[in-house]
């Protein structure tokens, strides 16, 4: 079975910083595109980050400049690096995946369930 599931999130001060880790686990192989998402609270959730396969990156504009999203392969895990958080930022971050099971099987979606970062002083 496979699971993606994100951890990090915390409750920061502005100006601080976190990673957030999204790490895909269970019977994998291979692990195409890995978005990043925010859902503000009482809004749509918003895709923030997205990193290809092979490493290509691309930004939001809201967030370019401040997020970087980068992923470890061989550790099936993609990292998103957050600084000078502000208290828009605050919300939940959900990681989307898109996985193969097999040589034989179609891409399939998978989201995780998200980690909460708080921004606030």
């Known amino acids: 079975q496979v699971q993606v599931k994100e951890s990090g999130g915390d409750l920061v001060q502005p100006g601080g910083s976190l990673r957030l880790s999204c790490v895909v686990s269970?019977?994998?192989?291979?692990?195409?595109?890995v978005v990043w998402y925010h859902q503000a609270p009482g809004t749509r959730r918003d895709w923030v980050a997205a990193?290809?396969?092979?490493?290509?990156?691309n930004y939001a504009d809201s967030v370019k400049g401040r997020f970087t999203i980068s992923r470890n392969s061989a550790e099936k895990t993609v990292y998103l690096q957050i600084n000078n958080l502000q208290p828009e930022d605050t919300g939940l971050y959900l990681c989307?995946?898109?996985?193969?099971?097999?040589?034989?099987?179609?891409?399939?979606?998978?989201w995780g369930q998200g980690t909460q970062v708080t921004v606030s002083s």
């Open positions: 989307y995946a898109v996985i193969r099971r097999s040589s034989s099987s179609r891409p399939a979606d998978f």
């Open positions: 269970g019977d994998i192989f291979y692990i195409g595109n």
């Open positions: 990193i290809t396969s092979s490493g290509v990156t």
